[in-house]
């Protein structure tokens, strides 16, 4: 079956995935752009000329063998972007997921169809429910959830995630949207592993780990 | 001038520095002992035989050029331990500090004469209040802050320590008590650095800014 992972979600030393306001012109709050500066120097953000070494290596996976997304509503718009019918995320006419994406909202829309395969579809649902619609979609790629901090938390607590990839990055925030709250003892059901790295972020994986495989009688 | 420091203080991944409940039986709660198995690794705790790698090399700073210690009333005890008149830390007759040991509490009681060079003194005082006499009674040898995440936080949100040494467990706690709360943007003032070992913690070293010297004049 395919997986349900989370890739390049970074956040400050003391956790927070997001500062605050978001606004409209802030949509990382006063954290900035200094949460995701070690991506934008990797091959992976700039093509050639970015680095290559394992910044590069873990931003890169997460556009593989991923066909489709979940975002929370925080991620596709700013504060009260659902009384814009003109709001069609941050991206663009042609976003970066080139696969149907699904933004959890309790305000639904039609779908809208963008550029470069991206299709956003508008769910009122629960993180179950709204991840069998996307593996329907995805077919046998896997799904990502896109962040933020409180959905990664609510699919980590409802057991839905496979694998995911956090990058903390040496800078105290304060306060924001923190992605650990409320997941104690996640290292019970994950393997983590921690790599830290030239640029002085901290790639964290965590790996859900799988039932052995019965051995054969002889 | 003589430094102060503090080592060795680990935390969760989302930045607990101690479980809960403290009692006499469980001193860091339901974090039990999970916090510190990576330094009983290593040589500077179990002495020839211990691995010397990146975390003893760490580990061993603790000892180094340390004039006294100024801990908490939460670490010199459980929950009530001032109402105990025989209490007398956790450490036995030979506790490890082996200097002069300032307890900072709102109970003060008379100073206690341990073997091995250490005497308790009992202070209520602030934080700036507590280090004069700390430092004085160092001489040249630098100050340790021996934690628990309160009493580091108020030392640094007072802006009197000059170097932290943090180590990242890979465990979430959940709860308990959280040592970056109130320290946004310490990355101002502190460089940081990050290291994680084969153990599977991260060390992260804050290391504070210093004005440059003023170029002499040709």
Redesign the interface.
Known sequence: MSEVRVHNFAIS???FGTGEPQTRETPFGHAGERLHEWMFKTRAWQGPGGSEGPDHAFAARNEQGIGAEIMGANKFGPPGWQDDPDWKGWWGPNPPFHTPTYVLTHRPRPSIDMDGGTTYHFLNAAPQEALEQAREAAGDRDVRIGGGASIIRDFVAAGLVDHLHIV?V??????GSRV????????ETYD?????TAS???H?TLTKRRPRPVEQAE
């Open positions: 030393l003391d956790g903390q040496p800078i105290l925030l304060g306060r650990w709250d409320g997941l104690e003892a996640l290292e983590i592993e921690t790599t830290s002085g972020v901290t964290l």
